[in-house]
């Protein structure tokens, strides 16, 4: 659901060691960070976490233009996740602006595609679906499925270390399937 072209175009330029290099700006930088608190490792990371107190107490933030991006991109249920998570872990507190922002309502895919990558749906399978669900579209979800069902060789053998084989792809989700029934 996110835009990543309108999030790298949200750049400052960074002087360093007499060189000009351009880095999100902070506010794109508190987004960013909350996508890579919440989304990246279960439990999450401690510098992530470190990321999202750090550039929310002491960033240049447009708040106004970081909950706009939150609810455009529906990632109210990811920002409250990565502020609470935060907080909770590092025993920061956080500005208002965010908290508030953090307060509102998120809509259920949003929770749903959050718990995909925060619960045990995450060893299941449950971020490829969540990824299914949020593509528009009955050919873009086609082409993912064949992505996943597909990938290229060299991708593979990337993966694996050389040892990539469809079969050794084919039997994760057929595991995941066979481990884990449905309930009714």
Known sequence: WMNPTELFGRTEVLSLAGREIRRLDDTAMLVHACVHAALGWTPPLIMPLRDVAQAANTGRIDWDAFSDLVRRWRLRAVVRHAFETAQATLGTTLPAEAIRIAQGR?????????ASYIAGRRARGGTAISTLRAIPGIRGKALYIRALLFPSRSFLDRRASGRGS????WIVPVRWMTRFPRRP
């Not at 469809?166 to 792809?169: D, I």
């Open 166 to 169: 469809y079969w050794r792809r």
């Open 106 to 114: 998120s809509k259920r895919a949003e929770r749903k595609a959050l």
